[in-house]
């Protein structure tokens, strides 16, 4: 089953991606779009539905910040029954919530087209900011981190620590897939349908530049699992620096309550849905379990504390509980719906 295309970017993968976003946007009939943006002139993107597809000249799905995990928006627009079809641009650990939350709440997600994109890591706010003002604009910064995509990114300990320590940086169970990591996204970037029915239904023989060379394929499957590695060894130090912090369910139910009311990482959370509330340990460990490892509560927490490494260490030791992995193994990096 080939379902493995490419575009040839030469030498500018975002202008060649909004292009192709704009093309599938026609074979598929959308209705829409929800895709970072840069809008009024600010210089942080924000996720917005776009229903006009010239906007897409203003899409950087691969801007380095990520303010909000979009899941909990997404889900909600699809319990609206909004009218469809939309095609939906999202990074790995925003689809690994929406899988979550569509399954707590029984959200249909028939009418949305998911493009998963490979993320390139993303920074805190502040440091965003900083590089900007360094290199002159948000766009300059996406293409700063899209010439490292070869190498799967650059100086590591710059990111988010959520970034750091993700070892499933690759989207999976989505339509489209755009590949970046281990690749000179300056000349291609691999497209992966999930399926040969959607390589027809989206014609991608017709907006794509062709079948993606062997070779294209083999450096992405490398990089996916050197960066597995390579984020494995910073999730382990990271976990063993967190020395006397919570290490298991009762004592992270007291921390967080020792914390009210600042609430600021339950706000964050893309999955949260009161389970603090309950006072059963077995519902904050069923949520626990779901985490999708996106870094937003770390992010919203004053004191920015490492929620994520505490949860993923809490959550090895739960019996008979699974859920989105922000560790998963490379073969799992594949795209299935």
């Keep these: 089953m080939n379902t493995q295309w490419f575009l040839k970017t030469e030498g500018d993968a975002l202008a060649r ?5 704009g093309a599938l946007w026609q074979s598929a009939s959308l209705r829409g779009m929800i895709v970072p943006v840069f809008s009024g002139g600010e210089r942080a993107p924000r996720v917005e539905l776009l229903t006009d597809a010239r906007r897409l000249t203003q899409a950087d799905p691969f801007a380095p910040l990520m303010l909000t995990n979009g899941a909990r928006d997404l889900a909600e627009r699809g319990r609206a029954g909004l009218q469809g079809p939309l095609g939906a641009v999202l990074r790995p650990c925003e689809i690994r919530a929406l899988a979550e939350v569509a399954r707590r709440r029984s959200v249909p997600l028939e009418s949305f087209l998911l493009v998963g994109v490979d993320c390139l890591a993303t920074f805190a706010p502040e440091v965003y900011e900083r590089r900007v003002r360094e290199v002159g604009s948000p766009e300059e910064l996406t293409r700063e981190a899209l010439l490292f995509a070869r190498q799967g990114g650059i100086l590591l300990y710059r990111n988010r620590p959520a ?3 993700c070892g499933a940086p690759l989207p999976a169970a989505v339509d489209l897939c755009l590949g970046l990591h281990g690749l000179t996204a300056g000349e291609a970037i691999l497209v ?4 040969e029915p959607t390589c027809r239904r989206l014609g991608l023989e017709s907006i794509t530049d062709g079948h993606a060379p062997p070779e294209l394929i083999a450096q992405h499957e490398r990089m996916a699992a050197a960066l597995a590695a390579r984020r494995g060894r910073t999730r382990a130090r990271m976990e063993a620096d967190l020395g006397g912090l919570p290490a298991n369910v009762d004592e992270l139910i007291a921390h967080l309550r020792a914390c009210a009311p600042c609430r600021a990482c339950l706000e964050a959370c893309p999955i949260y849905d009161g389970e603090l509330e309950a006072a059963d340990a077995k ?5 626990l379990a779901s985490c999708a490892g996106c870094g937003m509560c770390e992010q919203a927490c004053p004191s920015h504390l490492a929620l994520p490494a505490l949860i993923d260490r809490i959550r090895r030791d739960l019996p008979g509980l699974s859920g989105p992995s922000n560790s998963a193994s490379v073969e799992t990096h594949s ?3």
């Design 17 to 21: 991606v909004r292009a192709f976003l």
């Design 163 to 165: 970034c750091q320590r």
């Design 192 to 195: 992966t349908a999930r399926d």
């Design 283 to 287: 519902v904050v460990a069923a949520w």
């Design 335 to 337: 795209c299935w719906l």
